[in-house]
């Protein structure tokens, strides 16, 4: 029996701690075939280039990430938990994987080099959604914007830059996560109605 072809996802899941472990530049495509148990021959037939590959896997992580960004605002439940839920999906897809290693820089500066065009979809993708779920919360007087003189969008823009701010400015996980809770509970207090504070 012929042995079947490698799956994308399967190459794609072997890549990602190769990429985390070494960096891009200093990752070969046997490196990536040996990870996933393939030959290199069998790895070129489904990826042309190391560059491909990267943003193959840039695409898939970007993809999954929006869809559990999407259920999670989707549910039911208080506005600002699905919020904080929506940050923390993410940041587990897309930021947790290589935060810890010493090659983050690298991957999330090639990351916008190769795959510019995915990242800026998937954040305007983010702000549709939190726009969107911040309208809805809106119509059913969960929130108040009138309030701060502020729409969906702009709270949403406002989320957004909260959360590169973090990122950039909180290297330990402690310190990221005690600020993005301090995020939320400004968000509770600026965005609750005046009758329900």
């Not at 072809?5 to 046997?30: C, H, N, W």
């Not at 790895?43 to 840039?58: C, D, I, M, P």
Request: glycine share 4%.
């Amino acid at each position: 029996m012929e042995k079947e072809e490698p799956k994308s996802g399967q190459i794609l899941d072997a890549a990602l701690p190769v990429f985390a472990r070494y960096g891009f530049q200093k990752t070969t495509m046997v490196d990536i075939a040996r990870a996933a148990g393939i030959s290199r021959a069998s790895l070129y037939l489904v990826f042309n280039s190391k560059e491909e590959l990267f943003r193959a896997g840039s695409a898939r992580a970007h993809a999954q990430t929006m869809s559990d960004v999407q259920s999670v605002l989707s549910d039911t439940g208080d506005i600002i938990d699905r919020i904080a839920a929506a940050i923390s999906a993410f940041q587990q897809g897309l930021i947790a994987p290589f935060s810890k290693s010493e090659n983050a820089r690298e991957l999330f500066e090639i990351n916008l080099q190769l795959a510019a065009d995915i990242t800026t979809a998937a954040r305007s993708r983010l702000l549709h959604l939190l726009s969107e779920t911040l309208a809805d919360a809106e119509a059913r007087d969960e929130i108040d914007l009138k309030a701060l003189k502020s729409s969906s969008m702009d709270i949403a823009a406002f989320i957004a830059a909260a959360m590169d701010g973090i990122k950039h400015s909180f290297s330990a996980e402690g310190s990221a996560k005690d600020a993005l809770e301090l995020l939320m509970r400004v968000l509770r207090l600026a965005l609750t109605p005046h009758q329900k504070a």
